[in-house]
């Protein structure tokens, strides 16, 4: 009932321009919209309706109405001539017609959705006018868990986005479009490897934990996962909505301790078919290459550092002559890198009549990477159709499709595996310091050997390829019954069969690598001429391998709603059964040797039983759910909100599957009530929540003794199978549960400023984890995971929206603004654990470490040490890190550092406390320009490099060792340069933690549509060029790597130039 | 019409309840596992779980690290190469070996195992096993740390866990009752590798001939050298009595697969079994494939090694050049020198082994800048990476398997012995010695040396010279270091003997050595292959080069027991602290 009004709602308008329809009786309005139902159906194609006119005189005024947007017309929309009862609407052409009297007559376009705009017909006879649509428009209709709800009637937390908004980002995931769009929504893209999907966080982490901390995905009211998530392409979604606090999450129960975020798909629309394209090409660059010296420095130091200590130097002064005019081995990185691209095609077609609605999306997306021989591509296909069989009984089938293709090089990739590596085994930071001196290729383009470490250029480009394939197959089936004898109760049923299948195909080879003459007596210098050549050491045997895992899923829901209006009583009752089971399969084969040719086949390896294996695994998993809501409102003023879910979890021992997590949230629309007399707060709502929400992220059987095969020992000539006690067992598991206040302001002031404001507090009890230090080592063997931790968390989110006009230039600012933090009241802790160490009473992410004193910089500071006075056990020198002794075994200073002296760093922050983003946008005509910036604040890195902090000997070291210690340079920045153990200068200190807070350009987005004219004479609705630039620059302190990337030799992400088009048909 | 609609809505709805009705979503089977009761039923399941004590504690490890005077600078010419005991670095937190968890999952099975409802000789058979094992773990940790406490049954969370350490009498008193317990249920001799009577009995000597030692055993108790005399005799005369002695060949050792001379041993196999062990860094790099610097003899081992008259290898009169000529069968059969005999034909081709240094260039301005291709991965192009690998110039020949092949240097199927025969005859000649019954010492000696093919000589005494009580001692200490090269047990004699910093710190200039030979001829007649080193050795110079870092010993009592790391003792106050460490725990008591 409530979906058919509004898809309909232009209609009423028809109605409500000349009849007060909201005072008439129910009957009449039930006559009316009938009435209404059975003229507007049948025919679409109306013409223009031509309303009672008051008078006929003087002039006429018409014009076309279109969506500011995307320029299509708006048919429906309502004209009123201001102060008059005179109105028409826009035909199906969004075309008009209306008569005034007189020549300051003031026109008012008004249409659902859209904000209104009042025009002087003054001198004009055409006045064409674009509606803007209303910026999170309060009587918009939002996802909430199992069902919509008007945002008005919203009393929890949430935040949602429309495709629209993202659909020009070029990005490949979903995850990465919603970065910073949404407070309290956490996007970290460590990586711009193509395929790898950024990590999302909703709101403070509650839990010490690394992992669980997941948000619950749902799909099309179906419980899903991230891989699921992350394979769809954001043609085929309508709007992404996210549940942030414990109230509007816990209808989703045991799973939504984390948030959770709610996708759903398009469907098609009433209307005639419509076909658009989407075509956009991205360049790629990354966005910091970290800085490493040239060889001429790199010679140089190499020999201070040794000499430095009484080493022989390593490169003598024929070899210092050759490197200080060339440096061969920049090759490493110039022959590998390249530029990445993206290509994406979308095609998508819509439609509907009122009894078959149906949307069919297809789209292709590839992603190189910057190294090559990295690919990824992604298919999708999308098939969503709605059908009314009868009167009452209608129902849906959505089935798609996808298929994500990984094809990388092989070397380094760690096996076979299921996860894709963020980082390609380092080897594009690799490229760049690993083999200082070695080229990779003679000038003939042999691979050279640059000794045991074999040659990455060779086994990028030959040494073989892992291939992964990713399938999803997810269908949705659902019939809704309106029972007919009973005024608004809706019953349905659905199901959701899902198949996900990886299949990784591995070719491991080996690559020639030729011997070459050296020159020099460190034989530092590579020469051109070949003198033998081998197989290289990598892989050890050459292989081909396939694995497959496949995850069968169901899950079935049943529904009853009922809703009913009494008076200024609303009610919408919602009663679910849901139950769901799961099945996953291993299946691991691999194959050594080639006899015959080195291919990727079965067939092509060695038949000899002694060269193949192979491995698999099986589990099952169900749950079960009974969930209840009612959604109660007094006059669209008071709201009060109950749910509550009853979960099973097979995680669980039989007696403790069964949780209940129960929410009640009210809110208040101030703004309504009579005495309400603000002048400049057109709308204001107060809310307020509570909820109990769960999270059962453990491993399953750990409340039931078992016993499980662990590999083998071999007796004689015979493996005999070996067995291990799968750990002491924890009947009494539950639930981790998080119980939350929410409390939430809603408003809009000075007509265009929209503002939303959220506190929360957040308490995170029975977290579930293995008690490791409370007890002694001696007690042996690993405790089950406890429901017993704490923590506590608590923050606040701003958004703040302005829309307005400057002439014919309409512009919109959004901002957000979030600040989260958290508290551990209760973990794990030694008992005879240092201060520093307990982590209770402060924050999950708060830093510990040694407090640097800095460079000992002269023999006077170095004498003043103490006598015997050592760092982790060896005794200071000239130009290496000191540190604060604080503390010692006997908790008093003792002249040596080590763990003792560790303190807490106050204020410091490994994760983001604050994080904002702004949003401007602006049209004129057909242009658009929409503006993103993303910053993180209050947050801190421990620098880290392939050598972790240590001087790079042997290789290519960062150009910040420029200004490291000598004699000479006493005030440098950094260290003496020593070999890797001379010194503990790498040690965790205060020296290596640096200022990561960052403020980034996300991107700058250009659009231009073609104007309605040209558009007409091509016969096409619409042409729409996009020009848009991501990740364009940042600002921070950090000049080391991106201060989102892990470390110095992590993949990078991407700065991209994106040009694309998109065409309505 | 509507009825036949109805009829197949009606019929879907039921067939959706049917569907839920039937599944019940909660009832699963965990598919990965063997249910608990299986344990003490089925005597294969059991098997099983014993089998885990021998993966998780039988050594099996070739490669010893640079805790002693045996490796020289193997790869690095940073101190890096030294480990912390030797370069002066060692804290309470170096070293860590606290494995209560394995020491769990024994008394889980001791406590179950007399319950169980299989036949009584598995019963007993598998309890002697993990008896055994739990000694074996135990003893681990008191020869390292002293006392340690004593769990001898799976504690329960609700127990008072915060157990402190127990004295060292009362843990080697367990570890004997665990042996004397295991050794009538244990089988008389396993064929397979299995704990066995040979085993049990030879460990308990090894146990009481520590604790016998200066390290335990400070106010020399003769009382424990009697324990210790006992135990070893009586664990030979069982030995003696399965057909247990020393091999005739001591190369073979290694190469014939349960061998007489083998007790207790982990064995390796492949390629039908993927557990072959690596020896991949116990070679030159371009044969190694990625690892390096696994047991490089240093000088000081080289020279430890008796002439085949028996007497000493005297560097300060004798001629590097002629070190490699009539020494005993050990020697040849553990040191790959300049010169020695292929070892490892399937890799290296039938060539001598050279690591020799030569004009690489042919211009005798540049000087000598080439090395031969065995001494360095990259010599063979003209590199010289002296910085790498063997500094020492030797390789270990010991303990190799010769039909490994570059291709699978990670999986040779050379067994892992980790009590020989050899060991017992030599424990208890130590104890004897130290009982007053030297001839007795001196003829196992004797039967240690006939075997390394050393001459008996007139006086048939094989070149040993030793009579009194602390001379036959010394000729012990000496024997034990050749006989027992690489195979992990001279770190621990150092430190049982407290002679750990004295031996360390009388190297020559505190340094590790080794020898850098140079090829004097033109570059184009430099030797190859088969080559006879004895016709060519004058050609050559021999220089003593030192390691790149002195090694710095700290005082004795640092190493005769560990400190406890700061990991264990945050987790358990009642956990004192060595007193040689700073705490209060006599380890001595």
């Known amino acids: 009932m409530k979906k058919l009004k509004l898809l309909h709602r232009n209609y009423f308008w028809l109605v409500k321009s000349h009849m007060n329809f909201r005072k008439a009786p129910l009957l009449m309005k039930m006559i009316t919209f009938i009435l209404f139902w059975g003229l507007a159906l049948p025919s679409y194609s109306h013409t223009s309706y031509k309303l009672r006119r008051y008078d006929q005189q003087e002039i006429t005024v018409s014009g076309k109405v279109t969506d500011e947007s995307t320029g299509q017309a708006l048919p429906g929309v309502n004209i009123l001539y201001k102060g008059t009862s005179t109105g028409t609407v ?947 302190k950090f000049n080391y790597y991106d201060p989102a990337a892990a470390d110095m030799n992590s993949y990078p992400t991407m700065r991209s130039l994106t040009m694309g088009a998109n065409v309505v048909f | 019409m509507k009825a036949i609609k109805r009829l197949i809505l009606a019929g879907s709805v039921l067939m959706l309840l049917f569907i839920v009705g039937c599944s019940k979503p909660l009832d699963k089977k965990n598919l990965a596992a063997i249910n608990s009761d299986e344990l003490w039923s089925n005597p294969s399941v059991a098997e099983a779980y014993v089998n885990d004590m021998y993966a998780n504690l039988m050594p099996d490890n070739f490669v010893v690290p640079r805790y002693t005077e045996e490796t020289m600078g193997a790869n690095t010419d940073y101190n890096g190469g030294l480990t912390d005991y030797l370069k002066g670095t060692l804290t309470a937190d170096t070293y860590g070996d606290w494995p209560y968890d394995i020491i769990r999952n024994i008394n889980i099975f001791l406590a179950g195992i007399d319950n169980a409802t299989f036949d009584v000789a598995t019963k007993n058979s598998l309890k002697g096993q993990a008896l055994f094992w739990r000694a074996w773990t135990y003893f681990r940790m008191v020869k390292a740390y002293g006392g340690v406490p004593l769990i001898l049954k799976p504690q329960a969370i609700t127990d008072s866990v915060f157990v402190p350490r127990n004295k060292t009498t009362e843990c080697i008193a367990q570890i004997i009752k665990d042996l004397n317990d295991a050794i009538p249920l244990v089988e008389d001799m396993s064929s397979v590798g299995r704990i066995d009577k040979c085993v049990a009995m030879s460990f308990k000597g090894r146990v009481l001939l520590y604790w016998a030692s200066p390290q335990f055993n400070r106010n020399n108790d003769v009382s424990r050298w009697t324990d210790a005399y006992n135990a070893n005799k009586s664990a030979l005369d069982f030995l003696n009595s399965m057909g247990k002695g020393l091999l005739d060949n001591y190369k073979d050792i290694w190469t014939k697969k349960m061998n007489e001379e083998v007790i207790m041993v982990k064995m390796h196999q492949y390629p039908d079994y993927t557990d072959g062990y690596s020896q991949a860094a116990m070679r030159p790099l371009v044969y190694s494939r990625d690892a390096v610097g696994g047991n490089v003899p240093s000088l000081e081992l080289v020279n430890a090694y008796p002439m085949k008259d028996g007497s000493k290898y005297d560097p300060g009169t004798m001629d590097y050049r002629t070190f490699f000529q009539n020494r005993d069968q050990r020697f040849y059969a553990s040191i790959a020198y300049n010169g020695a005999a292929p070892y490892i034909v399937p890799m290296f081709g039938n060539e001598n082994m050279w690591t020799y240094f030569y004009d690489g260039d042919g211009d005798p301005s540049t000087g000598i800048n080439g090395k031969e291709s065995r001494a360095d991965n990259d010599s063979k192009f003209g590199r010289d990476a002296s910085n790498l690998y063997s500094n020492s110039g030797f390789y270990p020949a010991k303990m190799m398997d010769e039909n490994i092949t570059w291709d699978n240097v990670e999986d040779g199927q050379v067994d892992w012995i980790e009590i020989r025969y050899a060991e017992v005859l030599m424990n208890m000649a130590e104890a004897a010695n130290e009982i007053g019954n030297t001839g007795e010492a001196l003829s196992a000696l004797y039967k240690i040396r006939q075997r390394a093919g050393i001459d008996a000589g007139l006086n048939g005494k094989y070149g040993i010279t030793a009579s009194s009580v602390p001379e036959v001692r010394q000729a012990i200490m000496d024997e034990r270091l050749v006989e027992f090269a690489f195979e992990g047990l001279r770190f621990w004699d150092l430190r049982r003997w407290r002679i750990y910093s004295s031996t360390l710190n009388n190297l020559k200039d505190h340094y590790l050595h080794g020898l850098r030979i140079e090829w004097n001829g033109t570059t184009a007649s430099r030797p190859s292959g088969l080559t006879d080193i004895n016709t060519i050795w004058n050609q050559f110079t021999a220089t003593v080069m030192q390691d790149y870092n002195p090694v710095i010993m700290l005082d004795e009592d640092k190493y005769s027991f560990f400190g406890i790391p700061k990991s264990i003792s945050d987790r358990n106050s009642n956990i004192q602290q060595n007193n040689t460490w700073g705490g209060n725990f006599d380890p001595l008591q």
Not at chain 1, 138 to 148: A, K
Not at chain 1, 206 to 226: A, E, F, H
Not at chain 1, 457 to 466: A, L, N, P, R, S
């Open chain 1, 90 to 1036: 826009a035909d199906k052409k969004g075309e008009y017609s209306i008569s005034v009297s007189e020549r300051n007559a003031t026109l008012i376009f008004t249409f659902t959705g859209y904000v209104s705009q009042e025009i002087k017909v003054g001198n004009k006879t055409t006045i064409d006018v674009a509606l803007i649509v209303k910026p999170g428009a309060l009587n918009e209709v939002v996802v909430v868990g199992y069902g919509t709800q008007k945002k008005s009637s919203v009393t929890g937390a949430l935040t949602s986005i429309k495709a629209e908004d993202v659909q020009d980002i070029p990005v490949g995931d979903l995850s990465n479009a919603l970065a910073g769009r949404m407070s309290g929504v956490f996007v970290n893209q460590a990586s711009g490897v193509p395929g790898y999907d950024a990590s999302i966080r909703v709101r403070s982490v509650n839990t010490w934990k690394s992992t669980g901390n997941d948000p619950l995905y749902v799909i099309d009211g179906i419980i899903s996962d991230k891989q699921s998530f992350d394979a769809m392409d954001f043609s085929e979604v309508d709007n992404i909505t996210v549940l942030k606090d414990a109230a509007s999450g816990a209808i989703y129960g045991a799973r939504a301790a984390n948030g959770v975020i709610l996708v759903t798909t398009k469907t098609g629309k009433l209307g005639k078919f419509q076909l658009s394209y989407n075509y956009s090409y991205t360049d790629d660059k990354p966005s910091k290459i970290p800085q490493y010296v040239g060889a001429r420095d790199m010679v140089k130091l190499e020999n201070y550092m040794r000499t430095g200590v009484g080493l022989p130097v390593a490169y003598d002064p024929q070899e210092v002559a050759y490197f200080d005019k060339n440096d061969p081995a920049l090759a490493w990185h110039s022959l590998t890198a390249r530029n990445p691209t993206l290509n994406r095609h979308t095609l998508t077609a819509s439609g509907g009549t009122e009894k078959v609605k149906y949307f069919i999306s297809g789209s292709y997306f590839d992603q190189t990477a910057a190294v090559e021989n990295v690919d990824f591509k992604r298919y999708n296909i999308r098939s969503n159709l709605n059908v009314d069989f009868t009167k009452n009984f209608s129902g849906f089938v959505n089935m798609q499709y996808s298929q994500g293709l990984n094809e990388r090089f092989s070397y380094w990739n760690g096996g076979v595996g299921f996860s894709i590596d963020p980082d390609l085994g380092s080897i594009w930071g690799r490229t760049l310091y690993y083999l200082p001196n070695a080229k990779p290729e003679t000038s003939d383009g042999k691979f050279i050997n640059p000794g045991w470490i074999g040659n990455l250029v060779g086994f990028i480009e030959q040494g073989g390829t892992e291939t992964q394939n990713q399938r999803n197959v997810d269908m949705l089936i659902g019939l809704t019954y309106k029972v007919p004898f009973v005024d608004g109760l809706l019953l349905s049923g659905k199901v959701s069969p899902t198949y996900l299948a990886t299949t990784v195909h591995q070719l491991d080879k080996k690559v020639t690598i030729y011997d070459v003459a050296h020159q020099g007596s460190n034989g530092a210098i590579y020469t051109d001429s070949i003198i033998g050549s081998q197989k290289s050491a990598y892989p050890s045997k050459e292989k081909y391998a396939e694995s497959q895992e496949i995850t069968t899923n169901y899950q079935l829901d049943f529904s009853a709603s009922y809703i009913k209006k009494f008076r200024k009583h609303n009610f919408d009752a919602l009663a679910v059964y849901e139950q769901s089971e799961g099945k996953y399969d291993y299946f691991y084969g691999a194959r050594e040797n080639f006899p015959l040719v080195q291919t990727g086949q079965f067939w092509a390896t060695s038949s000899s039983r002694t060269d193949s294996y192979v491995d698999g695994t099986q589990s099952e998993n169900g749950r079960a759910s009974y969930l209840g809501r009612i959604f109660y409102n007094y006059d669209e003023k008071y709201f009060v909100n109950v749910t509550t879910r009853l979960d099973g979890s097979m995680l669980f021992a039989p007696g403790h599957r069964w949780g209940t997590f129960p929410s009640v949230s009210g809110g208040w629309i101030a703004s309504k009530e009579n005495f309400f007399k603000v002048k400049f707060i057109d709308y204001l709502k107060l809310r307020g929540s509570w909820g109990l929400t769960g999270n059962d992220a453990v491993g399953g059987w750990k409340w039931q003794e078992s016993y499980s095969v662990n590999g083998d020992y071999l007796f004689g000539t015979t493996p005999h199978p070996r067995l291990q006690y799968d750990g002491i067992i924890n009947p009494d598991l539950t639930w981790e549960k998080t119980r939350e206040f929410n409390f939430g302001i809603d408003s809009r002031l000075f007509k265009n400023i929209l503002f939303t404001a959220e506190y929360y507090k957040g308490h995170n009890y029975d977290i579930l984890d293995t008690r490791t230090v409370s007890l002694p080592s001696s007690f042996g063997g690993t405790l089950p995971p406890e429901n017993y931790g704490i923590v506590d968390t608590h923050g606040y989110e701003l958004e703040l929206g302005y829309n307005g006009n400057f002439g014919k230039v309409s512009y919109g600012v959004k901002g957000n603004f979030a600040y989260a933090t958290n508290k551990v009241v209760l973990q794990d802790v030694a008992q005879n654990a240092q201060n520093v160490d307990n982590p209770n009473g402060r924050s999950t992410d708060y830093v510990s470490m040694l407090v640097s004193t800095g460079i000992i910089r002269n023999q006077k500071a170095l004498d003043a040490l103490p006598p015997g006075y050592t760092i982790y056990g060896i005794k200071p020198t000239l130009g290496a890190l000191n540190f604060q002794d604080v503390s010692g075994p006997a908790g008093v200073p003792d002249g040596r550092i080590d763990d003792y002296d560790r303190q807490v760093i106050k204020g410091k922050h490994y994760q983001n406390p604050y994080t904002f983003g702004l949003n401007l946008n602006a049209r004129w005509n057909g242009f658009g320009a929409n503006i993103f910036v993303q910053g993180i604040t209050g947050i801190s890195k421990l620098y880290n490099d392939g050598y972790g902090r240590r001087f790079f000997d042997g290789a290519r070291p960062p150009s910040f060792w420029l200004n490291s210690w000598s004699e000479t340079n006493p005030n440098a920045a950094y260290p003496k340069p020593v070999p890797w153990d001379y010194t503990r200068d790498n040690v965790p200190s205060t020296f290596w933690l640096k200022n990561s807070s960052y403020l980034r350009l996300q991107y700058v987005n250009l659009t231009y549509s073609l104007p309605r004219s040209i558009c007409d004479k091509i016969k096409i609705s619409n042409v729409t060029f996009i020009l848009s630039g991501t990740n364009l620059f940042t600002i921070t």
